[in-house]
C-alpha cells in the first residue's frame, strides 16, 4: 500500500499528495506488528492482519519483502517529503525507525531475513529464498536518513549473504507470496536494485559487479 504513493507523491496534484498524508497517518503507528514489522494487511483503520486470512494455519505469517518494500518506499518518501518542504509527522519516523531496527534483530539473530516470520515473535518461521531482496536497499537508505552506520553493516552483510547463497548459484526466489518458493522476477530486480544502492553508497566496484551478474540473471 505505500509503494503506489511514491509517484503520487512525487507527480501527483495537492488533493493526491493529501491522500498520501493520509497513507502515512493510516499506517502510523498502528500498522506495525509487535515484532516491529509491518501488518501483512489492514481494513478501516483499526483491523491488521497477518498471514493469509483464507489459511488459519498462516495467522501470524508476515512475509518479510513487505516490510522491506514498505521500508524501502517510505524512506524514499520521507526524503521526498523534506526536499518539498511537505512536513513530516514525527511518528512517520519514528514507526519507519522501528521497522528498520527488527530487520538489525532479525538479522543478528537468524543470520537471515528468511521468507516468512512470526508477527509476534520476529522469529523465522519459513527460513530461505530472497524474499528480502530489497531490504539490504532499504537499510542503506535507512542508514543516511537516520544516520545509523549499523543499518549500513546489515546491508552489506545480509546483500553478501544474497550473492553467495543464491546469486551465485544462479536463483532468486520467495518474492510474490503466492509462489512458495519458485524462482521469480520480482526478488530478482529487487536484489540488482540492493546491489546498485550499495555500490552507489559505498562506490566499492565489487557491488558494480555483483548488479551487473544480477542483471544478466535478470534478463
Given at each position: 500500500?505505500?509503494?503506489?504513493?511514491?509517484?503520487?507523491?512525487?507527480?501527483?496534484?495537492?488533493?493526491?499528495?493529501?491522500?498520501?498524508?493520509?497513507?502515512?497517518?493510516?499506517?502510523?503507528?498502528?500498522?506495525?506488528?509487535?515484532?516491529?514489522?509491518?501488518?501483512?494487511?489492514?481494513?478501516?483503520?483499526?483491523?491488521?492482519?497477518?498471514?493469509?486470512?483464507?489459511?488459519?494455519?498462516?495467522?501470524?505469517?508476515?512475509?518479510?519483502?513487505?516490510?522491506?518494500?514498505?521500508?524501502?518506499?517510505?524512506?524514499?518518501?520521507?526524503m521526498l517529503m523534506?526536499?518539498?518542504?511537505?512536513?513530516?509527522?514525527?511518528?512517520?519516523?519514528k514507526g519507519t525507525?522501528?521497522?528498520?531496527?527488527?530487520?538489525?534483530?532479525?538479522?543478528?539473530?537468524?543470520?537471515?531475513?528468511?521468507?516468512?516470520?512470526?508477527?509476534?515473535?520476529?522469529?523465522?518461521?519459513?527460513?530461505?529464498?530472497?524474499?528480502?531482496?530489497?531490504?539490504?536497499?532499504?537499510?542503506?537508505?535507512?542508514?543516511?536518513?537516520?544516520n545509523n552506520p549499523?543499518?549500513?553493516?546489515?546491508?552489506?552483510?545480509?546483500?553478501?549473504?544474497?550473492?553467495?547463497?543464491?546469486?551465485?548459484?544462479?536463483?532468486?526466489?520467495?518474492?510474490?507470496?503466492?509462489?512458495?518458493?519458485?524462482?521469480?522476477?520480482?526478488?530478482?530486480?529487487?536484489?540488482?536494485?540492493?546491489?546498485?544502492?550499495?555500490?552507489?553508497?559505498?562506490?566499492?566496484?565489487?557491488?558494480?559487479?555483483?548488479?551487473?551478474?544480477?542483471?544478466?540473471?535478470?534478463?
Amino acid at each position: 500500500g505505500m509503494i503506489s504513493t511514491y509517484p503520487l507523491l512525487f507527480a501527483g496534484n495537492e488533493t493526491s499528495r493529501q491522500h498520501v498524508i493520509r497513507n502515512f497517518d493510516w499506517l502510523f503507528p498502528n500498522g506495525i506488528c509487535p515484532a516491529g514489522f509491518f501488518w501483512d494487511s489492514g481494513e478501516k483503520g483499526t483491523q491488521w492482519y497477518g498471514g493469509d486470512i483464507r489459511k488459519p494455519n498462516t495467522v501470524n505469517w508476515h512475509l518479510i519483502r513487505k516490510s522491506g518494500d514498505g521500508l524501502y518506499y517510505i524512506i524514499k518518501q520521507l526524503m521526498l517529503m523534506e526536499k518539498e518542504g511537505i512536513k513530516v509527522n514525527p511518528e512517520w519516523k519514528k514507526g519507519t525507525q522501528i521497522v528498520a531496527d527488527a530487520f538489525v534483530r532479525l538479522w543478528d539473530k537468524w543470520g537471515q531475513f528468511g521468507q516468512f516470520v512470526d508477527s509476534q515473535t520476529g522469529n523465522v518461521v519459513v527460513g530461505g529464498s530472497t524474499s528480502g531482496a530489497i531490504v539490504p536497499a532499504a537499510l542503506v537508505l535507512a542508514a543516511t536518513y537516520f544516520n545509523n552506520p549499523e543499518y549500513q553493516r546489515v546491508a552489506q552483510a545480509s546483500a553478501e549473504y544474497y550473492y553467495r547463497n543464491f546469486v551465485k548459484k544462479g536463483i532468486t526466489c520467495g518474492g510474490p507470496g503466492d509462489a512458495l518458493q519458485n524462482p521469480d522476477s520480482e526478488s530478482s530486480y529487487a536484489m540488482l536494485e540492493s546491489f546498485m544502492l550499495l555500490y552507489e553508497s559505498t562506490l566499492d566496484k565489487k557491488w558494480l559487479a555483483m548488479a551487473e551478474e544480477m542483471a544478466k540473471q535478470f534478463s
